[in-house]
């Protein structure tokens, strides 16, 4: 199920970053060409870079690929180490449902406003932020049952230094 999950997420990603690139491409087109562009290539490239932030925002959490301090994995060993593991995903999974009321909020009471070119109703461009961050809440709250947090003798050395 979890695997599924992450694949999903990251189509999803994949599909956002091809749409971020080819909008942008046609935005750059359509300066050397003698037409009228398309404002709505822009307002929508703007859109889904937002958009894949949050939608993959679960896929690192999960993976523990997410910005992190890892200072403590240098010095903990241990039970302390675990702690502080728990302690984290727990503040990341508070702060996460926080932004998921709050994103819920706008997407179910938000103000009647369109965006200015596509003329979707902005409650509906909260609507992947608010599930993506679900999603990291509910892979941080999981990353509290893994028996221990993944070993620093596991991360390529590039990156442990």
């Known amino acids: 199920m979890v695997r599924c999950l992450e694949r999903a997420e990251l189509v999803v990603g994949a599909l956002l970053l091809t749409l971020i690139l080819v909008l942008m491409l046609v935005q750059a087109t359509q300066r050397h060409l003698p037409v009228s562009g398309w404002v709505w290539t822009g307002e929508l490239a703007r859109f889904g870079l937002v ?25 903990a060993r241990g039970r302390v180490l675990r702690g ?15 932004f998921v009321f709050e994103a819920a909020a706008l997407v179910f009471t938000g103000p009647p406003q369109t965006t200015p070119a596509l003329n979707i109703p902005l409650s509906w461009t909260y609507v992947i932020p608010m599930v993506g961050l679900s999603l990291a809440a509910l892979r941080a709250l999981a990353n509290t049952l893994v028996p221990a947090p993944p070993a620093m003798e596991s991360v390529p050395e590039e990156r442990a230094e």
């Open 51 to 75: 958009w894949l932030t949050f939608s993959l925002a679960g896929y690192l959490v999960g993976r523990d690929e997410h910005i992190t301090l890892k200072l403590v994995d240098h010095v």
């Open 84 to 98: 502080v593991w728990v302690l984290a995903n727990l503040v990341v999974a508070a702060i996460a449902v926080g």
